[in-house]
């Protein structure tokens, strides 16, 4: 892996494509409950960076595919390097919601 494919992100249209071709994947919205109710994207839970590490709300198998975003690209780069060091090892950072340009729900 070259440095710069470590830096670089799917567009988050080919990141939620993944997402919803991979049986068993997870999509966390890592930003805020205020921010995760005022849109989100379908099919996304929602747990918050603060509360990542140690949540029972992760899945068991740190196999599972997960796919993180928040609103801008920090707080998603953050979570997952924390879900990295947490013992995931199938973790996609897809970067923030104002990315996306599909329907959001409330």
Same mark, same amino acid.
Not at 56 to 63: E, F, M, N, T
Not at 68 to 82: D, K
């Given at each position: 892996?070259?440095?710069?494919?470590?830096?670089? =992100?799917?567009?988050?249209?080919?990141?939620?494509? =993944?997402?919803?071709?991979?049986?068993?994947?997870?999509?966390?919205?890592?930003?805020?409950?205020?921010?995760?109710?005022?849109?989100?994207?379908?099919?996304?839970?929602?747990?918050?960076?603060?509360?990542?590490?140690?949540?029972?709300?992760?899945?068991?198998? %740190?196999?599972?595919?997960?796919?993180?975003?928040?609103?801008?690209?920090?707080?998603?780069?953050?979570?997952?390097?924390?879900?990295? =060091?947490?013992?995931?090892?199938?973790?996609?950072?897809?970067?923030?919601?104002? %990315?996306?340009?599909?329907?959001?729900?409330?």
């Amino acid at each position: 892996m070259s440095l710069l494919s470590f830096f670089s =992100r799917p567009t988050m249209e080919q990141g939620l494509s =993944r997402f919803r071709e991979t049986p068993g994947a997870v999509l966390l919205d890592v930003r805020t409950r205020e921010e995760y109710a005022g849109g989100f994207i379908p099919g996304s839970r929602n747990l918050p960076l603060q509360e990542l590490a140690g949540s029972s709300k992760l899945p068991a198998d %740190r196999g599972t595919p997960l796919f993180v975003y928040c609103l801008s690209g920090g707080r998603s780069r953050q979570a997952a390097g924390l879900l990295r =060091r947490m013992g995931y090892t199938e973790v996609v950072d897809l970067g923030g919601i104002h %990315r996306y340009h599909g329907k959001v729900m409330k």
